[in-house]
């Protein structure tokens, strides 16, 4: 894995805007906690623009800043840095996960024609991403702070129902579906845009 300097300038400008929106999400929506988020859905597109490792670098150091800013600011669990090694460390990987898979699919579309199906497969990623890091969230929790359920599948169950707040953590994946469709086609295009530009699968050619 070869970085250029391009690539570290990429990944501090989104990992910058990707905190920017979970931190403004936090103060914006303080009493819906985890029913709208725009991270992910930029960690994404950091992938399918400019590669998997840009993407999972970007994913990875963005989660990594965002479970250390402590509540309400950001991620309920954090605490200025006194969050458990075990969850941040599965937060971090969850997080490069949306980076990795946007840039094997950045090698799959052509990003300059953007039509009905590429929206509903970005849907389809949304939720498929966000079921697997709403789930395997729930079980890093467990791992790092086991004392709060009797097991594993507990942890994995209370995922699916609501406990503490009105609604399941799992809205979660279905308003992230919402937002894939809804904001990838339009930052791919606006990306595209800027001068010099080149996607991830230009630059593989």
Request: one cysteine or more; aromatic letters at 18%.
């Amino acid at each position: 894995m070869h970085l250029k300097a391009k690539d570290l300038a990429l990944i501090s400008v989104f990992s910058a805007v990707c905190f920017v929106a979970g931190y403004g999400r936090g103060l914006a929506l303080s009493s819906l906690p985890g029913v709208f988020e725009f991270m992910t859905v930029l960690i994404f597109v950091s992938g399918l623009m400019f590669g998997w490792v840009v993407g999972a670098l970007n994913g990875a150091l963005t989660l990594f800043i965002y479970m250390l800013v402590p509540y309400p600011f950001a991620h309920p669990a954090a605490f200025l840095f006194t969050i458990s090694p075990v969850l941040l460390l599965v937060m971090v990987l969850l997080g490069a996960v949306y980076g990795v898979v946007g840039g094997v699919l950045g090698k799959r579309y052509n990003l300059m024609k953007i039509n009905a199906r590429f929206v509903a497969e970005m849907a389809f990623w949304g939720f498929v991403l966000t079921f697997i890091y709403d789930v395997l969230g729930s079980v890093g929790f467990y791992l790092a702070y086991p004392i709060f359920y009797a097991s594993v599948w507990e942890a994995i169950y209370l995922t699916f129902i609501p406990l503490y707040m009105p609604y399941p953590p799992i809205i979660h994946t279905f308003t992230n579906t919402i937002i894939f469709a809804i904001l990838v086609p339009p930052l791919v295009k606006a990306i595209s845009k800027f001068p010099g530009i080149k996607t991830s699968k230009s630059q593989s050619n």
